[in-house]
């Protein structure tokens, strides 16, 4: 996917509502293997690096 130019185009791309993409984004939807997929195949990236990445800069419950 080229150049994201916002929150709506990008979620039009992936097939995900703007308002589920910006729960998501709020952390205040759960989401689906499925959409985690698409949001990773929207960035261009594979999702074991964007797992490993969030996983830095996301605190784990203790």
């Not at 990008?10 to 689906?32: N, P, Q, T, Y």
């Amino acid at each position: 996917m080229g150049e994201i130019a916002n929150q709506e185009s990008f979620a039009d791309a992936i097939g995900v509502s703007r308002v589920h993409m910006s729960k998501i984004e709020l952390g205040r939807a759960d989401l689906r293997f499925s959409t985690l997929l698409k949001i990773a195949q929207g960035l261009g990236q594979p999702l074991d690096e964007l797992l490993r990445d969030l996983a830095s800069e996301v605190p784990l419950p203790e």
